[in-house]
């Protein structure tokens, strides 16, 4: 039995895959430009400020002050991922559990155990 090759291509058909329309190359960078500086200029289109804040930013501020000890420090990075995943409204049994689970991974990873050990030699 001879097999011939289709001239349509299929889903999961080898051979030559259908064009895709879009920008490429320097039609694309010229799209991006205009893009850029169409929301340049205001409108519903422009994107708000990003802050490039870290969530735990103040807790680095006191340990690297030496207002808290590094211990003490994991405990409130803790506390604060507990707030934020699950709330402050969570039951205490479930924040017990996640902050032991949280805790017995810091322990037990070994590159995150070497960071909490550098934490508290400084």
Same mark, same amino acid.
Do not use: C, N
């Given at each position: 039995?001879?097999?011939?090759?289709?001239?349509?291509?299929?889903?999961?058909?080898?051979?030559? =895959?259908?064009?895709?329309?879009?920008?490429?190359?320097?039609?694309?960078?010229?799209?991006?430009?205009?893009?850029?500086?169409?929301?340049?200029?205001?409108?519903?289109?422009?994107?708000?400020?990003?802050?490039?804040?870290?969530?735990? =930013?103040?807790?680095?501020?006191?340990?690297?002050?030496?207002?808290?000890?590094?211990?003490?420090?994991?405990?409130?990075?803790?506390?604060?991922?507990?707030?934020?995943?699950?709330?402050?409204?969570?039951?205490?049994?479930?924040?017990?559990?996640?902050?032991?689970?949280?805790?017995?991974?810091? =322990?037990?990873?070994?590159?995150?155990?070497?960071?909490?050990?550098?934490?508290?030699?400084?």
């Amino acid at each position: 039995m001879k097999v011939t090759r289709s001239s349509h291509l299929g889903p999961g058909s080898p051979g030559k =895959a259908p064009a895709v329309a879009g920008a490429r190359g320097k039609t694309f960078a010229a799209k991006l430009g205009h893009a850029e500086r169409a929301s340049a200029g205001g409108g519903p289109q422009r994107a708000a400020p990003v802050h490039h804040s870290s969530a735990v =930013a103040d807790i680095g501020a006191e340990l690297r002050a030496g207002r808290i000890t590094a211990q003490s420090a994991i405990d409130k990075v803790v506390e604060r991922v507990l707030d934020r995943q699950l709330g402050k409204q969570a039951s205490v049994a479930l924040r017990a559990k996640l902050g032991a689970a949280l805790r017995e991974t810091l =322990a037990d990873d070994p590159l995150l155990a070497a960071k909490v050990h550098t934490l508290s030699q400084e």
